[in-house]
């Protein structure tokens, strides 16, 4: 019986990132479903399916940003012309493949919105970057492929955006799957796991606790967090991830008095724990086309306040499982944290956000993606 060749490009892997395990829950369930040939291409991975896969890894090379971006590109679409894959699905902008996962977003629209909140000189700085026009290019030049045939939209923000910004792509060619989640491994926790955690950070059982999670701060929004935080005496916050600015983080909560009310816990392969000794999940990001953490944190039983530039904003209910806000708005979510000081009422909110994780399941995402391959495969 014929394989399915199968490439998947992703330029590295980092253990605590979202599109890593995305790809790994979906290769996991899609070997249940095909005989597949899986080859990776890659400039680093370390993962537990490494025995079912072939490594294909590529040099690190280049001088500048922009080189290594370029190079990388180069370096896959060399290796996509001398082997005969039969599908190839992409998780980084490269111009040729059959499937393109847009799990990043649009870079357009990232541009955008960071031009909004700086000055001319930035903004001009951003929009004439080498960098940012390499990732633009390639990003066109990928949407407009002749070889393309879908486009995985992770949310329907990520569709409006690409048809917004690249309107001659044919809107049958994006298909919106969201990501699911392993409800065994996310789910709510008793209530010894819940106070364990707190005795070890010195909370009390009674303290109403936000959580932060993801590194890179500035794009996740925690500044917001950390200003409303001020605002809201009766909240501590839990920080999971890190940034190369964490020193600045640091100071502003020294600065707004915040030092005993603020744990940075640092990157954690398993960050249920502090799920299980959170009250609610702060994601007022500037710009996340999906965040897997709003999923996670929701399984586990916990309302969420995230802004509308999150795709995964898409699954809240306002007011039922939580809140969306307009990004860098400190003042709307210090009114939703002041809102949320009652235990009774956080307490529904997690109940009614475990009810809507429920729906993202994983089987739901590859049974998705399992059509995907097969509409490929029969016009092949």
């Not at 249940?32 to 025995?51: C, F, G, M, R, V």
């Not at 009766?234 to 600015?245: N, R, T």
């Not at 009422?345 to 391959?373: C, F, K, V």
Request: some cysteine; aromatic content about 8%; glycine content about 6%.
């Amino acid at each position: 019986m014929h394989k399915t060749r199968l490439a998947i490009i992703r330029k590295s892997y980092r253990p605590d990132g979202g599109a890593e395990r995305i790809i790994e829950r979906m290769l996991s369930q899609l070997q249940h479903h095909y005989q597949l040939d899986i080859s990776l291409i890659t400039q680093e991975w370390k993962s537990d399916h490494d025995a079912a896969m072939n490594i294909i890894k590529l040099p690190k090379h280049g001088w500048t940003r922009t080189a290594r971006f370029t190079n990388f590109i180069e370096e896959t679409r060399s290796i996509l012309q001398k082997h005969p894959f039969d599908i190839v699905q992409s998780h980084e902008r490269v111009p040729g493949c059959q499937v393109y996962r847009a799990g990043d977003g649009v870079h357009k629209e990232w541009i955008d919105i960071r031009c909004k909140n700086s000055s001319r000189i930035k903004c001009k700085a951003l929009r004439t970057s080498p960098f940012h026009r390499a990732v633009i290019d390639a990003e066109r030049a990928l949407f407009y492929h002749k070889n393309l045939k879908y486009v995985i939209c992770i949310s329907q923000q990520v569709k409006k955006e690409i048809l917004f910004h690249y309107s001659n792509i044919s809107p049958s060619r994006l298909r919106v799957i969201y990501n699911g989640i392993d409800l065994s491994r996310f789910r709510r926790s008793t209530e010894a796991q819940r106070q364990r955690t707190r005795t070890e950070l010195g909370l009390h059982p009674d303290d109403f606790v936000l959580i932060s999670v993801g590194s890179g701060f500035h794009r996740k929004g925690v500044a917001t967090t950390l200003q409303a935080l001020a605002e809201t005496p009766a909240w501590k916050l839990i920080i999971v991830g890190k940034d190369k600015q964490q020193k600045r983080y640091q100071k502003l909560c020294d600065d707004l008095g915040l030092s005993k009310r603020v744990f940075f816990v640092g990157v954690q392969q398993d960050v249920k724990p502090f799920y299980a000794a959170a009250d609610l999940l702060a994601h007022p990001a500037l710009y996340d086309p999906f965040a897997n953490v709003v999923l996670e944190a929701m399984a586990c039983g916990i309302g969420v306040i995230t802004s509308d530039k999150v795709g995964a904003s898409e699954a809240i209910s306002t007011g039922e499982n939580g809140y969306v806000i307009p990004p860098g708005e400190h003042q709307q979510l210090c009114r939703k944290l002041t809102q949320c000081n009652n235990h009774d009422l956080l307490r529904q909110l997690g109940a009614n956000a475990r009810q809507t994780a429920l729906y993202y399941t994983i089987e739901r995402m590859t049974d998705s993606l399992d059509s995907l391959y097969a509409s490929i495969l029969e016009k092949q």
